[in-house]
């Protein structure tokens, strides 16, 4: 049987759509990172400064106020939504992921064993809901600096006042016992298309 015009037509269109998503998922992670990755070194400085001048329990509001606050202004600026996640929790009703973030977070970690540097570490794509609904999603490593380890380093490094406070507001936290190098978290962005 002679192909009909049609079917041939929808089978070039079918081998150009990979080509057109990977053009569209290049712009939409150049876009997302231009706009979302400017406030990390700003919330790494802040807690830099906080910790220094007021130790890390004094500290605590940076990461459990500042961080958000600052990302709060990238969501109102794009209307995207942004926020931290993590495999361990420090505060589980803002940071646990979703399966998507999940996922890719275990992913990290393999890459992270297998070589790779962690701040390298991100991943953007296209999701379909079930509804139709098209987004593009992306996530990006948070990786542990030595001032993260003032207060999710070791439980038997930090002071008793800090496990106290931590206790106090937090106490389902996960998210102590982590090493320089290793993956704290992420930065989760979610654009709906
Ligand atoms: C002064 C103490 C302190 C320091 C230093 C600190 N954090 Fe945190 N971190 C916290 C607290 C407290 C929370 C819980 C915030 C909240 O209530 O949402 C938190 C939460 C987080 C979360 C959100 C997910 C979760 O577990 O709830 C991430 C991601 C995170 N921290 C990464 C980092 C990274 C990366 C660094 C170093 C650059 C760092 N933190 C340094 C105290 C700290």
């Given at each position: 049987m002679k192909p009909t015009v049609a079917f041939l037509a929808s089978l070039s269109l079918v081998s150009v759509m990979p080509a057109v998503r990977a053009q569209e998922e290049a712009s939409l992670l150049a876009e997302t990172r231009k706009t979302a990755l400017p406030v990390l070194p700003k919330v790494v400085q802040a807690?830099?400064?906080?910790?220094?001048?007021?130790?890390?329990?004094?500290?605590?509001?940076?990461?459990k106020e500042k961080a958000p606050q600052l990302l709060q202004e990238v969501r109102q600026q794009t209307g995207w939504s942004i926020r931290r996640v993590s495999l361990?929790?420090?505060?589980?009703?803002?940071?646990?992921?979703?399966?998507?973030?999940?996922r890719q977070l275990a992913d990290f970690n393999i890459r992270l064993a297998n070589g790779a540097k962690p701040e390298q570490l991100e991943v953007g794509e296209i999701v379909v809901a079930a509804g139709g609904q098209r987004s593009y999603r992306y996530l990006k490593a948070l990786p542990v600096a030595e001032v993260c380890l003032s207060c999710h380093g070791p439980a038997d490094s930090?002071?008793?006042?800090?496990?106290?406070?931590?206790?106090?507001?937090?106490?389902?936290?996960?998210?102590?016992?982590?090493?320089?190098?290793?993956?704290?978290?992420?930065?989760?962005?979610?654009r709906p298309l």
């Open positions: 807690m830099q400064t906080a910790v220094q001048e007021n130790g890390p329990v004094g500290a605590i509001p940076v990461c361990k929790t420090r505060n589980p009703a803002t940071g646990t992921p979703d399966a998507w973030e999940a930090l002071s008793a006042e800090l496990k106290a406070a931590l206790a106090r507001d937090y106490p389902q936290d996960r998210a102590t016992g982590y090493a320089a190098g290793q993956v704290r978290g992420a930065l989760s962005v979610i």
